[in-house]
């Protein structure tokens, strides 16, 4: 969708658009409700503003949707299309790097009571694991922060992918 498009639908269109970047109620109306933007920067630096900070009861119901690291989701939904995009990096084809994120998934999990959360898009699998096994040794209050802005860098790689720059007409507000 073009900037000027997304800043002129309804806004419950404006929330469609963006929840599936991040399923945050209040961050996704905050967004709706200020447009329209002047640029996709623009766009861009008030959702990242607007994601400081997330609530841990936030970071929770947005948890609830993502898939682990390694799993691809199968449901036809565009969160589940955008996760499968960017998890691209982990072949699922290579066994020892399944296996290995797999039994890294449950140890998180059992210590953080979460699935492991990361910027998946742009990392090799590689990376991804050794974040992993980095990340378990973070205590649970480092871990929140550290999860909450994975999932700003999530919600704002997301809007980019699905929001293209586009001329604004004359008199747009300059957020």
Known sequence: MQLEVFNSVDRADAIDVLRPC????????QIADARPFSSLDSLLGFARETAKP????EVAAAMAHHPRIGERPKAQTTEAA????EQAG?????DG????LAEGNREYEAKFGRVFLIRAAGRTAEEILASLQERLTHTAEEEDIIVAGQLREIALLRIAGVISETSVSEGATNK
């Open 97 to 100: 790097v399944v296996t290995a």
């Open 82 to 85: 955008m996760s499968r995009s």
């Open 54 to 57: 997330f609530t841990s009861d």
């Open 22 to 29: 991040l399923d945050i109620q209040r961050w996704v109306e």
């Open 90 to 94: 982990v072949d699922p084809s290579d």
